[in-house]
């Protein structure tokens, strides 16, 4: 199947803004691109792209004083298969791990494994390992958190998250991803689209998604605490310990989102 995505993104500048944007899809995505997929600016102004130690597309820009947008529109190919349930799946013991999973085992900005970790083995520690208990662990957040844009906030944690029981997907991520590691399960955040495609339409503006990825049995499975059941038509972005790694816009200076718009949707 073919996939219209893309995002329009407007910021009020007074001044000159470094920013750093993380609005390109991941790498292992660009085999399926049915189009060009290139970030424009307007006013148009110089950008430079790298990747980050997490093989992330990154594209810096200093943004000029006034109306700044940021815009791409792609057509891409997805086979519209649904995430995989790997219902078999071992954990990897931790001193077996190969040395770049590690960090995926440590607390981080917003994943607090330090105070969610008696909390993980009472919750879990009776359940079986491997796919199992990262099952658990996506039933417990999915009826834990109830859904509500307006508790969304951008310095909200995993502890903040499991306290006051609301959030968005990207607090039903980090609650899953901090509950797997405190439980020995690499646990990655993932962003990136995820249209209302195989399912009923939502009546909520689209928007960017996240969702996150756990280790087992030598390589890493998609899961989504958010919805809790396999999807189709993921667009991965980035990936990372934490919403801090995948920010899509980081601004060093300040300045006011004027515009937010994300498209996602099935055409053939």
């Known amino acids: 199947m073919k996939i219209r995505a893309g995002h329009e993104i407007v910021f009020d500048c007074p001044a000159p803004i470094p920013m750093l944007l993380m609005l ?6 660009e085999m399926d691109l049915l189009s060009e997929h290139r970030l424009t600016v307007d006013p148009p102004v110089p950008t430079t792209d790298y990747n980050d130690s997490f093989g992330n597309r990154c594209t810096r820009v200093l943004a ?5 947008s940021i815009t791409t529109d792609f057509l891409i190919r997805d086979y519209g298969t649904p995430d995989v349930i790997p219902y078999g799946a071992q954990q ?4 077996d791990l190969p040395a770049d999973i590690l960090v995926f085992l440590l607390g981080s900005r917003y994943c607090e494994t330090d105070r969610l970790s008696e909390t993980a083995l009472a919750l ?16 417990f957040v999915y009826d834990r958190i109830i859904f509500d844009y307006t508790a969304a906030r951008p310095t909200k944690t995993a502890w903040d998250a ?10 039903f991520a980090h609650l899953a991803v901090t509950f797997c590691r405190c439980m020995n399960i690499p646990a990655r955040y993932c962003t990136g689209y995820l ?15 996240a969702w996150f990825d756990v280790y087992l049995g030598g390589r890493w499975y998609t899961c989504d605490a958010r919805h809790n059941h396999p999807r189709i038509g993921r667009i991965l972005m980035a990936r990372g310990r934490d919403a801090t790694d995948v ?3 980081t601004t060093f200076g300040t300045c006011i989102l004027a515009g937010f718009t994300v498209i996602t949707d099935l055409v053939q």
Not at 24 to 29: A, D, K, L, V, W
Not at 195 to 209: K, Q
């Open 247 to 249: 920010a899509m816009t």
């Open 24 to 29: 390109n899809i991941h790498p292992s995505r």
């Open 124 to 139: 879990f520690g009776h359940v079986p390992r491997g796919w199992p208990l990262v099952q658990a662990i996506c039933d």
């Open 162 to 171: 499991f306290m006051e029981q609301r959030g968005v997907c990207r607090d």
């Open 92 to 95: 990897t013991p931790v001193e």
């Open 195 to 209: 249209g209302d495609i195989g399912i009923p339409l939502s009546p909520d503006p689209m928007d960017f998604s």
């Open 64 to 68: 000029p004083p006034g109306r700044f």
